[in-house]
């Protein structure tokens, strides 16, 4: 065994004395699809990781009902269910699950050191950075009265529950350009509700949207409320909200979907590692390497084009195959 918790040594190192300090082979960080598949591969190569599990344990799927495109669940199966099926397998081959909340890091030095809900340093010669991303929401109430009854932040995966109805798509970006022309292919009729007088989607997506029949643009509209029985259907919005104009216009759907960006879960780490300009971690193409070596990242944090559960997984395992490969080379 690899893990060596040596805190008397440790706290003497340490400015503050109150601080625990715990020495580990393997840190994952984050408790998704990426994180629980790294953690399956870690445990089985002998690495002993630990995982801290996050504001959201699960993950972003725990918020989503059905998953009907993940392999292996011919007849589909719920996303907090998915998520312990995960969790189960991991904890198997001796993956150490924890609470708590990844706070700040210093990759500095050969080994890296990862501050747990700012009452413990875990020192790790491999850290796996798995925290996710979170969709943004408007911040209307509303969105959490019909959460999963309703209201989606994700066309690919919930789209296929309203076939033949009507649906609305907020934001003008290039994720709702793509997630409203995905829909118009299962539904009946998509409302696009945007913003501005314009899109900020690409030409290419811009003229999709406006070619695509059964989209309908409501431009300069925003969200005032949602309406429904237990479940979303309809929506009241604003037009030309606070201009001279104004008035609210009510709309019937069954589907209300969120495609206004997505934030990265990479704050606590951007001191350290490489980002792009909206926050994803930038990883060395065909790996999960990052710019720190022996920190791997893997799944939303990491992803901007595909953001699928099983495609996280795919990453989770890369990191880990990565990890357990550096490790070789290190004590070779
Ligand atoms: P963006 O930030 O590009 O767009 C967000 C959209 O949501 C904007 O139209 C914005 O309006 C709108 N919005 C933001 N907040 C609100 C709000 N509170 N109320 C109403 N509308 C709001 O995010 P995306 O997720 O679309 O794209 C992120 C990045 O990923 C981009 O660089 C994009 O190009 C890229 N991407 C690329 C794809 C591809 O190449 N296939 C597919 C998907 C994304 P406003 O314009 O007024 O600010």
Not at 31 to 54: C, D, H, K, L, Q
Not at 171 to 178: P, R, S, V, Y
Request: hydrophobic letters at 40%.
């Amino acid at each position: 065994m690899f893990k060596v918790i040596n805190i008397d040594d440790m706290k003497a190192e340490n400015t503050n004395q109150d601080v625990e300090v715990e020495k580990v082979k393997c840190l994952i960080i984050g408790s998704g699809p990426a994180g629980y598949t790294a953690a399956i591969y870690a445990a089985r190569a002998n690495m002993s990781p630990v995982m801290y599990e996050g504001l959201q344990p699960g993950g972003q799927l725990t918020t989503t009902t059905e998953v009907e495109n993940f392999p292996g669940y011919p007849e589909g199966v719920t996303g907090p269910v998915m998520m312990e099926d995960l969790k189960a397998q991991a904890v198997r081959f001796g993956t150490d699950i924890r609470w708590g909340l990844a706070t700040k890091v210093d990759f500095s030095g050969p080994v890296h050191k990862v501050w747990i809900d700012e009452t413990k340093v875990v020192e790790s010669e491999v850290v796996i950075l798995a925290t996710g991303a979170t969709a943004k929401y408007l911040g209307i109430d509303d969105e959490k009265k019909y959460a999963g009854s309703g209201v989606s932040a994700c066309a690919t995966c919930d789209g296929f529950f309203y076939r033949g109805k009507d649906v609305a798509v907020v934001g003008g970006g290039d994720t709702a350009a793509e997630e409203a022309i995905y829909l118009a292919g299962l539904v009946n009729k998509v409302y696009l509700i945007v913003r501005r007088n314009e899109l900020r989607a690409s030409k290419v997506m811009q003229d999709r949207v406006l070619k695509t029949k059964n989209i309908e643009v409501l431009w300069e509209h925003q969200t005032k409320a949602l309406t429904g029985d237990g479940v979303v259907e309809g929506a009241i919005l604003w037009k030309k909200k606070g201009t001279s104009e104004e008035e609210e216009v009510s709309i019937k759907i069954d589907g209300f979907f969120l495609a206004i960006g997505h934030k990265p879960n990479s704050d606590f780490v951007k001191d350290f590692i490489d980002t792009d300009e909206v926050g994803y971690i930038k990883t060395i193409p065909g790996t999960a390497k990052t710019n720190v070596a022996g920190v791997f990242a893997c799944g939303d944090v990491q992803d901007s084009q595909y953001r699928q559960a099983v495609t996280a997984a795919g990453s989770g395992c890369m990191a880990a195959i990565d990890a357990e490969r550096y490790l070789s080379e290190k004590h070779s």
